[in-house]
């Protein structure tokens, strides 16, 4: 079994930077794959980026240019640096696992392509 944990949300004013981290626990396989999510207001939850066991990277067309995903070597902490940050980004920023399901990577882009999520931390970018 796997616990996410994330850190690092809080009040940012618009153009400023924010790294989230995400503290995976457990037991982790070879295919273990992550990704980060957030959901607004209002608003489905909608993905943000995503690493798979490959060590392919992707993002979304909203985070392209202005957020970095990486992990350290363990899968035990995954982060997501934001930077360039926007009034519309502000949301609950959800960190999820792949532990069991070995997703392909165009199924890492969806809701149903992890397992395991974490409890969520809010993320507002004041104008």
């Given at each position: 079994q796997v616990q996410l944990v994330e850190s690092g949300g809080g009040l940012v004013q618009?153009?400023?930077s924010l790294r989230l981290s995400c503290a995976a626990s457990g037991r982790t396989t070879a295919k273990f794959?992550?990704?980060?999510?957030?959901?607004?207001p209002g608003k489905e939850r909608e993905f943000v980026a995503a690493i798979a066991w490959?060590?392919?990277?992707?993002y979304a067309d909203v985070a392209k240019g202005r957020f970095t995903l990486s992990k350290d070597g363990a899968w035990n902490t995954v982060y997501l640096q934001m930077s360039s940050l926007k009034p519309e980004d502000t949301a609950v920023y959800y960190c999820a696992a792949d532990a069991?399901?070995?997703s392909p990577w165009y199924d890492l882009e969806t809701l149903g392509g992890y397992d395991t999520w974490g409890q969520g931390t809010q993320v507002t970018v004041a104008s």
């Open positions: 618009a153009g400023g794959q992550m990704g980060w999510f957030r959901q607004a490959t060590g392919g990277i992707y069991t399901r070995d």
